[in-house]
């Protein structure tokens, strides 16, 4: 992504130097042009010229921002930050004896970007035969980030013991299914990971304890 942005860089600051030669070029082309019908064609020419360079400007200082912006959101998302949320899952993994292999890892959300509940992804969980994927936005710190897993380590634990089964149009919990337009703040499932992601089990600050 550095070696993007670097190129990217370097093609606005050559794009801006080539539009200000323009201007400077219309400048006196305008001074010694007469007004008739064949200079008014070149200076509109060099004016539509101008126009698409500024623009390739604007285009490209937006594409460098939004590479600023995920460079960043990625940032936190060290080694040790790794570490630190395994170590919290092994844990939680141990303590309820999940038996089913989980993994965790980030995520690169868009800012502002939301789900069908409209509420910003902060973490979500993947099922597949054979392993649970946890995924954790790297728009978070990481003390919220331990949240996060608190709470899918939650859904992780529904799954592994059988209770919770997700499907493609919905959810099956504890023998009752809800579809998948039912209302989060109703999803039995999900006011039982509200309930026990607090619970000492689930937290991080007792995971040496």
Known sequence: ??????????????????????????????????????????????NEKIKGTWLAVVIIIILMVGMCD???????????????????????VERMMIK?????????????????????????????PDTLYVYISLRLDLDEMHDVLQHEMVHVWQVDT???????????????????????AELPHEKEAFMLESNRIFRKESIHG
């Open 162 to 184: 059988g209770e919770l089964r997700v499907l493609r149009n919905g959810w099956v919990f504890r023998g009752n299914f809800y579809p998948i337009d039912t209302p989060y």
């Open 70 to 92: 995920s460079a960043k959101a990625g940032q936190p998302f060290r080694r040790s930050y790794q570490k630190s949320l395994d170590a919290h899952k092994d844990a939680i």
């Open 1 to 46: 992504m550095l070696t993007i942005m670097i190129v990217l860089f370097v093609i606005l600051i050559v794009l801006v130097a080539i539009a200000f030669r323009m201007i400077r070029e219309q400048i006196k082309d305008h001074r010694r042009l007469e007004v008739t019908y064949d200079g008014s064609l070149e200076y509109d020419k060099m």
């Open 100 to 128: 089913t292999p989980v993994v965790v890892r980030p995520f690169v959300s868009t800012k502002g970007h939301a789900n069908r509940y409209s509420r910003e992804i902060r973490g979500y969980m993947v099922t597949t």
